[in-house]
């Protein structure tokens, strides 16, 4: 029998839901939404997130070799880094006013695993051999997501001088990594259909940024907020240029790709709108948190559509399997 591929992109789906629900939560505390629902929605992020880590589990223990070749894949690798980023979102969010202690334990834990992880794979790209043009913006996400989003966590529970060391990491990975995915974007060929959605990703370093130094320095927009503010706007202008090639795109499970970054983007417009509080700022933070969960609620609504029909997972080859 054909063995259930459950790829490490999956992962990209409690991201993104956690995403919502920090938008949502963020708005809940502005009071501009009730509470229950960004509650709700990390409920949600965090069975997702268990489920898709069952099934990634059971896949990879039973197909021989099949987490080693995840690892060592130059396109798929960067996405195994989501299943231990997340539960710091999920913990930060939805432990800490709740139980204090727990989320501090549970995020230093997926903080250690997230920088384990970051610093194999960058390891990893330095010892093994690197193709550029099989490099694409996914490449943020074990040590720039991992570092802003452990930055962020951290400020949450109360670990300022841990928070700010996140900080540094994250920062420092996005001038260089940031820089080799531009070259690679600008100069090489296009990327393929199938990796097109990551383009979205993008936009969410400048935005992860801001959300971190917010957790930081109490929620005011001040000169470092601000600095990092100028070159997310670009590149979220950028994404209208981009549009004809996400629009000639057929769905798939990549889609969940422009929805962690597009939700950063909404969570850091939300804290401004909050801090600056321009005339009407309660229809413009609806209208963030409207278009913000219309685009992730769609992307869910399709990828359920494509469970019942059968089409999401993706089926592998009859694989070698472990002696039992």
């Known amino acids: 029998m054909a063995a259930v591929r459950v790829p490490p992109n999956f992962f990209g789906i409690p991201f993104g839901l956690a995403g919502l629900a920090g938008s949502w939560v963020v708005a809940a505390g502005d009071g501009n939404a009730p509470s229950w629902v960004g509650d709700a929605l990390l409920v949600l992020a965090a069975v997702v997130w268990l489920a898709v880590t069952v099934g990634y589990a ?47 334990i549970v995020v230093d834990v997926f903080l250690v695993l997230t ?48 928070s700010v060391l996140m900080l540094g990491l994250g920062l420092v990975c996005w001038l260089v990594i940031g820089s080799l995915t531009l070259n690679r974007l600008f100069f090489r060929p296009p990327l393929p259909p199938a990796l097109i959605p990551t383009l979205a990703i993008e936009v969410a370093p400048a935005a992860l940024a801001g959300v971190a130094l917010f957790a930081l320095n109490g929620e005011r927009i001040d000169f470092f907020v601000s600095l990092v503010a100028g070159y997310g706007l670009l590149m979220v202008l950028a994404q209208v240029r981009l549009l004809p090639a996400y629009l000639g795109l057929s769905f798939a499970p990549t889609f969940w790709a422009f929805t962690f970054p597009f939700a950063a983007v909404a969570t850091t417009t939300l804290h401004w709108i909050a801090d600056s509080r321009p005339s009407g700022h309660r229809v413009y933070a609806y209208l963030v948190l409207a278009g913000i969960t219309a685009l992730i609620g769609g992307i869910a609504v399709r990828t359920v559509v494509a469970a019942a029909r059968g089409q999401l997972l993706p089926t592998a080859p009859e694989p070698a399997r472990r002696d039992r």
Do not use: C, E, K
């Open 58 to 104: 059971a896949y990879t223990w039973s197909v021989r070799r099949a987490f080693v070749a995840d690892l060592l894949d130059p396109v798929l690798a960067p996405f195994v880094s989501l299943a231990v980023i997340t539960p710091m979102l999920l913990a930060a969010q939805g432990l800490t006013p709740r139980n204090l202690t727990a989320a501090r």
């Open 115 to 162: 920088v384990l992880f970051g610093g194999w794979i960058t390891g990893q790209w330095i010892y093994g051999p690197l193709d550029l043009d099989r490099m694409h913006p996914g490449y943020f996400l074990p040590t720039v997501a991992g570092g802003l989003v452990a930055s962020a966590t951290t400020a949450v529970v109360g670990q300022r001088l841990l």
